[in-house]
């Protein structure tokens, strides 16, 4: 019986293929020297792609697809190479003729992929910029005469800001979207560009800078503090514009970033819109006050959402309006809460949502979390605990976030939210959620492949996580060391980091952090070092993300972390190698 395999494979030369059958075999070790000069020249190529990427990258910036696939396809041929060389080292007699074979496809595949990566094009692309760009528009109930009011005053001579001001959910970027969109279609011959920005309440002037240049298309915004205002105000100086800053939450001078103040002599405007009435009058804006709707237009809007169906049951309509007047004339409450009603008609879980709401506001009637306890109860209403965590875990990203649908679905495959089943099965549950968490106003669909978190929704997440098992997130707000051991506590169940400038985690940081189960480090591209001991008391990590981070090498604490479930290390340019001994 041991004859067989042998016998089979000189059956094999009998035909055709006898003369390609030999070469394969004679000429195993040749090829083998083929293909790792072949995968040497790859390496060198990679280097290169990696070093451009390196020098082009910034805020506001991304890595081209083609680029991004090139460097996956890169991984998987220099995998397929270490099998390769593995076989080598117990090849029989009568297999060199197959791994011969499997080499010379593999070269040519190497071939292709070098062929592939002569890149001609820059690396790394600016992300769409909405300067000059449409809104998708929401629909807007009432508000009309603040609507008239903000436009008056940009086609008047004699104001030149603007600031709209009201609490979160009131309104104030639908209104403005309304207006932006209207400012591109009628007054092309008045302002040369219609500029919007999100600021965000974490003021970061070094990244509103960069969203500035990337509006008006300055590819390399310079690095030195004083030239980035120069270019700037040299830019926005030659063109009649309109700028929107979004959710201005602090006070900042114009000049420190490069806006120069518009005047009626230069004909510019900029509006500003902001929670806090104070930020608008200390910034010398002209304030519009958006008011809380009235209860004719906040039951149209509700009927908006829920549908009007529910005008066909006598008896709901007593509930109807008092559950629409608990919304306070709160837009964003008013869509999350009617879209978890939508399609019920049963009177007794009318009669029971109605109960449950006034329990959520009652409590805090009055203060700033009244907002909060309106949207957690739509939160509740969503029933299943792992839609709940899918939708928490959005809070990780930075404010204003576009997140890429297929990236945060990975995330909870990986957390484990989705249950069991094949890769396919799972991606299919997690787009199903995200189709349900946008139904329900909790998710914003924001073009085809990301989604957005609306910054109050943002903060009703934290919120709900702000007691017992807590989320820490300090993500997007320039960030250039981790916080002190001390605001690590030992209840932290996820921490977000993303988007800084940390430059790296000392060695006497070791949090003692037992049931963190995700960590976000991901954007940081300063961070190139990272202590041995950071890890020590971490024992539940499910999730490390050190995506676009300047890491050269993890350390050896990484191993210990048992429970790991993903270790993301996408566009490290700079790891050299994972580890300093085998694991």
Known sequence: MELV???????????????????????????KNDLLAKQRQLHAMKSDVELRIKAEFRWGRRVRQEVENWLLDVQAINDKIQNIEERMQNVSCFSRARLGKRIAQTVEQVEGIIERGSFTEALVIDTPSTAGVPFQLEHLEGETMVKEDIWNYLMSDEIGMIGVSGMGGIGKTTIMKHIHNQLLEETKALFDKIIWVT?????????????????????DLPKSEPERVAELMEKLGQRR???????????????????????????????LTSRSIEVCRSMDCKVVKVPPLSHEESMNLFLEHAGHGVLKVPSLKEI???????CGGLPLAIAVIAESMKGIYDVAEWRNALRELRDHVRSVKGTDVEIYERLKFSFDRLGDLKIQSCFLLCS??????????????????????LGTGSRQELSDRGHTILNRLENNCLLEKDGRNTVKMHDVMRDTALYIKSSGPHFMVKSGIGLKELPSKQEWGEHLEKVSFMENNVLEIPRHLSPNCEILSTLFLQYNMSLKRISESFFQHMHSLSILSLSYTGIEQLPNSVLNLETLNALVLRGCYNLKYVFTRKA
């Open 5 to 31: 395999g042998p016998i089979c494979e000189v059956l094999k030369c009998l035909g055709d293929p006898t003369c390609t059958y030999i070469e394969h075999h004679r000429k195993l070790e040749e090829r």
């Open 199 to 219: 600021v965000s309440k974490e003021l970061n002037i070094p990244k509103l800078q960069e969203k500035l240049a990337n509006a008006l298309n300055i590819v």
């Open 241 to 271: 514009y309109v700028l929107v800053l979004d959710d201005v939450g602090e006070k900042f001078s114009l000049a420190e970033v490069g806006i120069p103040k518009p005047t009626s002599s230069n004909g510019s405007k900029l509006v």
């Open 320 to 326: 109807l309006g008092n559950i629409v007047r608990e």
């Open 396 to 417: 990780l990203y930075p404010e204003d976030h576009k997140i890429p649908r297929e990236e945060l679905i990975e995330y909870w495959i990986d957390e484990e939210f």
